[in-house]
C-alpha cells in the first residue's frame, strides 16, 4: 500500500494524532514524579498509554528506542491506525548552549518502514531569526561561527528531500528556542516565521506550536499555504488544549497531534491505576475533544490541493 497522510488521517482528512514519542520529557516527568524511570519503565508507560488511547486516535506518533517494539509486542496498537515514528535523535546536540539540527539518513524513511511507519516525524528547536539577513540576537561565533538556524533549514530540507524520494509524508515540528527577555509578541512572530519557512521547503505536514492566539493561527495558515498544518499539545492542560484547537481548527488548521493534554497525570501513577486512568479519564479526554471539532478545520487534501 503507498504511503499517505490518509494513513494517519481521519475519512474526513483531519489528523487526531496521540503523540507519545517523548523520550528525555518523559523520563523527566517520570523522576520528578518520583517514578521508576528506567528504559523498561518508560517502555511500559509508552504501552499502556497506546493501549488505553489508540483506537480513538487517526494515528499514534512514537519513538522506535522505547516505544515500537513494546507496543507492537504488546499489540498495543489499535487496528487500522498508522504509525508515525519519530525520526531525530534524542538527545540532541548542542553548540554553545543552542540545539543542533541534524538529520541523519540512517534514520529516514527507510528507516521508520522498517520499523512499520507509514510517516516520518522530524523535530528541530531553532531560532528563526538567526538566519542570515534576519535582525534577531547573533550566537557565539567561536569554531568558525556556525549559523544553527541556516543548518536547521538544510536538515529540514534533507528529511523533506529524502521522504519525498522514497514516497513517504514527511511531518516537520518546529519549536522556538525561547530566551527569558522573549515576550508573547515576539514568541509570536518567531512561530510564523518559523512555519513560514519550513512551510517553503514543502513538507508534508507541518507540527506546529500555539502562536499566541486566532490571529496567530490565521496568519499560520497564510504563510503555510498548500501545507497543512496541525496543533501540539506543548504540555497545557486538556481544557486550555481543547479551547487552543478549537480555535486553530477555525482558523484552517486540520488538526492536532497531542499528548500530555490527555496522559499527563499518568505519570504519578503505576500498574492497574495508571491503566485505569487512562481508560477512562485518558479517553473521555480525547474522545470528547474529537466530537468537539467535528466539521471543523479544514482537510489536508483540501489545503494540499489533492
Known sequence: MPFSLDQIASDTGRFAILAMDQRGTLRKMLNKAGQPAGDADMSS?????????????????????????????????APGVGLLIASEWSPQREYHGEVVNEYDPARGPWFVADHGGVALKFLVRWRPDQLPGQSGPRRPSGDGGRNLAQETVDAVRAAVDACRAYGMPSVIEPLVARRPEDDPALVKQLVIRSAEVLAGLGPDLLKLEWPGD?????????????????????????????????????????????????????????????????????????????????????????????
Open 214 to 306: 486566532a490571529d496567530g493561527c490565521e496568519r499560520l495558515t497564510k504563510v503555510c499555504g498548500r501545507v497543512p498544518w496541525a496543533l501540539l499539545s506543548s504540555g497545557v492542560t486538556y481544557q486550555s488544549f481543547v479551547d487552543r484547537v478549537l480555535v486553530a481548527m477555525d482558523a484552517g488548521a486540520s488538526g492536532y497531534i497531542a499528548g500530555r493534554a490527555f496522559w499527563g497525570e499518568a505519570v504519578e501513577l503505576t500498574g492497574a491505576e495508571r491503566r485505569r486512568f487512562l481508560r477512562t479519564t485518558g479517553l473521555e479526554r480525547i474522545t470528547a475533544l474529537n466530537a468537539a471539532v467535528a466539521g471543523r478545520g479544514r482537510s489536508w487534501r483540501e489545503v494540499a490541493g489533492r
Open 45 to 77: 508507560f509508552k504501552v499502556d498509554v497506546i493501549g488505553a488511547l489508540s483506537s480513538a486516535a487517526t494515528g499514534v506518533l512514537t519513538d522506535v528506542e522505547y516505544g515500537v517494539a513494546a507496543v507492537r509486542a504488546a499489540n498495543a496498537l
